[in-house]
């Protein structure tokens, strides 16, 4: 995203605290379908998910004023959002996660134009590469905690795996994770 | 703790720590800024992560029902809306306990004076030593402040007049605002409970609250924006709050 398109962003945010009702569907409507594929990717079933989007927009509505563009994109805001309600849900109904392919859920993703730039762009996308080419057992325990909302030991126990093991596989993942990201940093 | 917390920012970031692990790192974190810097970094993984899940277009009906809902949800919501109150342990003071409130009361204030004094780094390492003697305590509650990309820990004991909070992106401050907090009691009443106390750099606060009742009479933790030195009741938009 280029720094005319975040500071539009936050332009717009100032517009929506302040009751704006177009600034707020034209930011729904550039950021939908990132907050609904998160929560799908959370949650996994589409009613539930939708419900979570909803939420999420209803949040960026009601607390629009504490969105500081100096403290990071509205994309990553908005998704901390919908990451945490979907979170909220999974423990409230006890959810576990569903135990197969989760990480590409049933079907081919649809193509939406992003409107992210190209570099950042590249950038997640470089990430998302990283993820999917860790080896499985570390790219697992990573999903697990970030998109199940477990802690280590919650893990270690719905693995049936040593403590240790889970805390030195996320922590390995998480390192080439970092490194991946650094690199991004310096090639832009 | 030695930077031990490097090995756990990985966890802490994707929220795998237990509560007692998150709050030494948090204890660390705030005094610590090559820990910090290290964060940074794998806040930046994260944010990868949030954008790694493939977009999916949302039904139409979503963008509808929200067009409808707008004009009915623009109160800020209160504090109040998702008060409960929970009954809290009912320990008595054990007189272990007193020993060690009697320990926590001095580092407060004294960690009062070295705030006053800009002598940060020692308030903030009392600050974390009161936190991490507070969460070892039999009775003690954390509680997680997670809400729109603001993280922390609240450590308290219903049976103690003493609190430790810390607090992880909050939107950064300017020079005539501060961040207040205010203990909310069964009647509403707010009560000043201090300024969030930051570091260098402003991305990491904390705060230790000597409350003049115990915490199990207070159900609630409120932060607001305010103008610099606090005000005498809240008037600025509410930040975060926490049900205790
Ligand atoms: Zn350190």
């Known amino acids: 995203m280029n720094n005319i398109d975040l500071a539009e962003d936050a332009v717009l945010m100032r517009k929506v605290a302040g009751g704006d009702r177009r600034a707020f569907l034209s930011l729904y409507d550039k950021y939908a379908a990132r907050v609904y594929g998160l929560a799908l990717r959370v949650l996994g079933d589409r009613m539930t998910a939708e419900e979570i989007a909803q939420d999420a927009f209803v949040r960026m509505w009601t607390r629009a004023e504490t969105f500081d563009p100096k403290r990071g994109r509205l994309s990553s805001w908005l998704l901390t959002i919908t990451r945490r309600l979907a979170l909220d849900r999974i423990r409230f109904e006890s959810r576990r996660p569903p135990t197969s392919n989760y990480s590409n859920p049933g079907e081919a993703p649809e193509y939406v134009p992003d409107p992210a730039s190209e570099t ?17 057992e570390q790219r697992l325990v990573i999903e697990l905690a970030f998109y199940h909302g477990m802690s280590h030991s919650q893990i270690a126990e719905y693995q049936a795996t040593p403590l240790g093991t889970v805390k030195t596989r996320l922590r390995l993942g998480m390192k080439k994770l970092r490194l991946e990201w650094d690199q991004g940093e310096k090639s832009n | 703790m030695d930077h031990q917390a490097e090995e756990q920012l990985a966890a802490y970031v994707l929220g795998a720590l237990d509560p007692e692990e998150r709050l030494q790192v948090e204890a660390h974190l705030s005094g610590c800024p090559r820990c910090q810097a290290a964060l940074a970094a794998y806040e930046g993984v994260a944010q990868g992560l949030l954008h790694a899940a493939d977009p ?16 009915k949800t623009r109160a800020r919501p209160s504090w109040r809306r998702s008060l409960q109150r929970v009954p809290a342990a009912g320990l008595g003071l054990a007189v272990g306990l007193i020993i060690l409130l009697t320990a926590n009361l001095g580092l407060l204030v004294q960690s009062q004076r070295l705030i006053e004094q800009g002598q940060k780094a020692l308030a903030q390492q009392q600050a974390g030593q009161t936190a991490v003697a ?40 300017s020079d005539d605002q501060v961040y207040q907090a205010w203990l909310v009691d069964a009647q509403g009443e707010r009560l000043n409970g201090g300024l969030i106390t930051f570091g260098a750099d402003q991305g990491f606060g904390w705060l230790m609250i000597e409350a003049p009742k115990m915490m199990e009479d207070y159900i609630a933790l409120g ?22």
């Open chain 2, 134 to 173: 507070l969460a070892s305590y039999p009775s003690s509650q954390v509680a997680l402040i997670e809400e729109d990309g603001v993280r922390g820990t609240f450590v308290y004991d219903p049976s103690l007049p003493v609190a430790v909070m810390y607090v992880w992106g909050l939107p950064r401050l």
């Open chain 1, 120 to 136: 950042e762009e590249a950038r997640w996308a470089t990430l998302k590469f990283a993820l999917n080419t860790l080896p499985e």
């Open chain 2, 56 to 71: 999916k277009r949302p039904p139409r009906s979503i963008r509808s029902n929200l067009a409808k809902q707008l004009g």
């Open chain 2, 223 to 244: 932060v607001t924006l305010e103008p610099a030195g606090g005000s005498p009741a809240p008037t600025g938009p509410r930040i975060l709050g926490v049900d205790l």
